[in-house]
């Protein structure tokens, strides 16, 4: 099964900020996903990202805001820009990969933002 | 949107069966029923999934009526360590669509 970590862990930034999360994969994986979990919400997809293409993004989310990387198969980032206190929230990367006979999502274990 | 529907919360005791009911009236032919769980604090956790057929796994088993218009996830035993967010997705594309999800609370 596929290993996520996350740079950082957590964060206190003050608005009008931006943030760039980082997300490893210990094996090479061609889905990654971007979510979003406000407190006490579920959560919420922000985009898919494949290595060699354009992030695509859900709806109410968007590029400027936040813009994602992948440069390869085993990396992705997501930057949170000109942040709100209304972005404070828990960003997780997940990935897709077959295990035990079908495809799994993994998720990392999340940065923790909170926006002063 | 989710295409699903669950209780927001229920309690179980230790040691005791948990059936999680989830509803999804509109799902199609081709989509799967997706559990995953979220222990405070943590990542989501990938419990089981099934199309039609009952399915079972060393953490759970997960019955789909035959309508395929709901299902029930069990976990024969619960322990305190299964307190958590549990969520049921129905899945068309390569994408997780989270609902509300069910929060079970197991106590002594």
């Known amino acids: 099964s596929a290993v996520i970590s996350q740079k950082p862990s957590r964060d206190i930034c003050q608005r009008g900020t931006s943030l760039t999360i980082q997300c490893q994969v210990d094996?090479?994986?061609?889905?990654m996903f971007w979510y979003r979990q406000q407190p006490g919400q579920s959560l919420t997809l922000i985009a898919t990202?494949?290595?060699?293409?354009?992030?695509?993004?859900e709806s109410g989310f968007v590029i400027d805001k936040f813009p994602i990387s992948r440069p390869n198969l085993t990396f992705s980032t997501l930057t949170v820009s000109n942040m709100s206190p209304e972005d404070s929230s828990i960003y997780l990367c997940?990935?897709?990969?077959?295990?035990?006979?079908?495809?799994?999502?993994?998720f990392g274990p999340g940065t923790r933002l909170t926006v002063t | 949107d989710a295409k699903t529907t669950q209780p927001p919360s229920m309690d179980c005791a230790e040691g005791r069966a948990a059936n999680l009911p989830c509803n999804h009236s509109?799902?199609?032919?081709?989509?799967?029923v997706y559990w995953y769980r979220q222990i405070h604090s943590q990542g989501p956790q990938y419990i089981i999934h099934?199309?039609?057929n009952n399915e079972t796994n060393e953490m759970a088993s997960l019955i789909i009526t035959e309508d395929r218009k709901s299902s029930t996830l069990i976990l024969p035993h619960a322990t305190l360590r299964d307190t958590a967010v549990y969520y049921c997705?129905?899945?068309?594309?390569?994408?997780?669509?989270f609902g509300t999800g069910t929060r079970l609370q197991v106590f002594p």
């Open positions: 997940s990935v897709e990969d077959w295990d035990r006979g079908h495809y799994e999502q993994y």
């Open positions: 094996s090479q994986v061609t889905m």
């Open positions: 990202a494949n290595q060699g293409s354009e992030a695509t993004y």
């Open positions: 509109t799902i199609s032919g081709n989509e799967y």
């Open positions: 099934g199309l039609k």
């Open positions: 997705i129905v899945r068309d594309t390569d994408k997780l669509i």
